[in-house]
Structure formats: C-alpha cells, structure tokens
C-alpha cells in the first residue's frame, strides 16, 4: 500500500509540468502568430496608404487635367452661338466632375472614362472650328474678289454714266434750234425802213430758224433781248422774263411760232417808245432756254 501511494504521487507533478510546457507552447505560438498578423496588418495599412496616396495624386492630376480642359473650351469660343452654347454644355459637365470627391479607383476610373470623353468632343469642336475658319476664310475671299467685281462694276457704270451725260449734252446740243439771217430793220408810222432814229417807230428783226431733225417740234416761244449801247436791255416791263440757265432775264419782245423741225423765217417787231440812241446795238434770240443767235446793228443820227 505504502509504494502505490508513493507512485501515485510522483506522477502528479510530472503531469502538471506536461501541461505546462503546452501551455507555454501554444502561448507562443499564438504570439507568433499575432506578430505575424500584426505585420501583415501593418504592411497593409502601409500599402493601402501608397495605394491612396497614388488615387489622390492620380485625382489631382485629372483635376488640373480638367480644369486646363475648360480653358481649352474657352479657347473655341467664337461668334457662332450654337456652338458656343454646346462649348458652354461641355464646360458644365468639367464643372459638375470637379465637384465629384473621388477618393476611390471606381470614382478615379469614372474621372479618367469623362476626360476621355469630353477630350474627344473637344478634338470634334476643334474640327468644326477649323471648318468654319477656313469656310469664313473662304467667304472673305469671296467678299473681295465680289468688292472688286463690284468696284470694276461701280467704275464702269460711272465710265458709262458719264458717257452717257457727254452723248446726252451732246445730244441735247444738237437738239438746239439755231437761227440765221438775223436782219434789223428801223420802220417809220407807215411801215417804211426808217432813215433816222427820229423817225423810227418800230424795229423789225427777221431772221431764219433753222431745220433740225432732232429738235422737238411743236409750238415754240422766241424771245428778243435788245441792248443798248449802254449796256442795258430794253424791256417795256421788269416782269416780261424767262428761264435761261436757271435765271429769270428780261426780254424786249417776244413771239409764238410752230416749228416742223423746217427752215421758218420768223420776224418780230419791237415797238420804239423814245428809248433808242445813237450807237451799236446787241441782238440775241432765244427758244427753249437757249442762245439760238446773236448780232449787231447800228443806229444814226
């Protein structure tokens, strides 16, 4: 009896010491393995922080990417206003993804697929530019070679205008009635060619209106003009006057005929009421606001 007890006991403590030792074994193999978990742990928060670090840097740069983009945009902005509304669309878009808080690779990958986009309608607007640049550079060429055309034209027009006022004038020269055989003759009370001015009661002016085939026929008024040696032209009234060269001149006398575009010889008498002297006479016919003939004669004594 006295040695089993002794057995029994002795076994005890080896059995204590048995579990102790696993004890301390799996303690350290626990620790191991939060040491290695730890590290892992802290390798991933250090890559994680790198990761972040390379989202944000990626952000910024997108950012400016779009933010340089907008001035780009800017730069297209021209005189045609439906395509500065589409450009001022465009430009919403940038601003409304700037306003985005990507801070992930999901966000980072939307920013990069919209510049991509927006970078595409911006090379499309960068061609309709350039079309409309060249087209309006097109159309200023076309605007001068009209303005010359047109210049060429105006001178031209002028160049004839003129012509046409120098064959006009011409005509209307042409067109004057001339006269001839312009004859004064003093007439006494009983119709006689007069010796003296004393005896001189009317002048007698006769002369020969021309044959003109481009005249304007029809009812023509003469006038008479006589002036003195003086200077002065005798009229019976300061109101007998007609139009020439847009002046209002008196007349001495005056008569209506019918021109045929024929030779018509035409007198006119002017009545003598004491007003002449002794001298040389000026005579000049007119028609139609035109000097048709001029001559001279002399009074006696």
Do not use: H
Not at 31 to 38: D, E, F, K, R
Not at 52 to 70: A, F, M, V, Y
Not at 79 to 88: S, T, W, Y
């Amino acid at each position: 009896m006295e040695n089993t007890d002794f057995q029994s006991t002795e076994q005890k403590p080896k059995s204590n010491k048995g579990l102790t030792i696993l004890l301390i074994i799996v303690i350290i193999a626990l620790g191991s393995t939060i040491a290695v978990l730890v590290s892992k742990i802290n390798q991933q928060k250090v890559a994680a922080m790198e990761v972040q670090t390379i989202l944000e840097s990626e952000k910024q740069g997108l950012q400016k990417e779009l933010t340089d983009l907008i001035g780009e945009y800017d730069e297209l902005k021209g005189n045609n206003d439906g395509l500065n509304k589409q450009i001022g669309e465009q430009q919403e878009k940038i601003k409304k993804l700037l306003r985005i808080q990507a801070s992930n690779v999901d966000l980072i990958g939307k920013y990069k697929k919209e510049l991509g986009t927006l970078r595409d309608v911006l090379k499309s607007y960068i061609a309709q530019v350039d079309s409309l640049n060249t087209r309006n550079q097109q159309l200023v060429t076309e605007n001068v070679a009209v303005k010359t055309n047109l210049d060429q034209a105006r001178t031209e027009n002028v160049k004839i205008s003129q012509e046409k006022d120098q064959l006009n004038s011409q005509v209307q020269k042409a067109a004057v009635i001339t006269t001839s055989n312009i004859v004064v003759t003093p007439l006494d009370k009983r119709g006689k060619e007069a010796s003296r001015i004393s005896k001189t009661l009317k002048l007698k002016v006769c002369f020969t209106l021309r044959e003109n085939a481009i005249a304007k026929p029809g009812t023509k008024d003469v006038y008479l003009r006589i002036t003195n040696p003086a200077g002065s032209v005798i009229a019976y009234s300061e109101s007998d006057v007609f139009n020439f060269q847009g002046q209002q001149i008196v007349y001495s006398a005056k008569r209506q005929i019918e021109y045929e575009n024929k030779d018509i010889e035409v007198c006119i008498f002017w009545d003598n009421n004491n007003q002449l002297s002794v001298g040389e006479y000026t005579i000049d016919m007119f028609t139609e606001g035109n000097l048709i003939g001029t001559a001279k004669f002399s009074m006696k004594k």
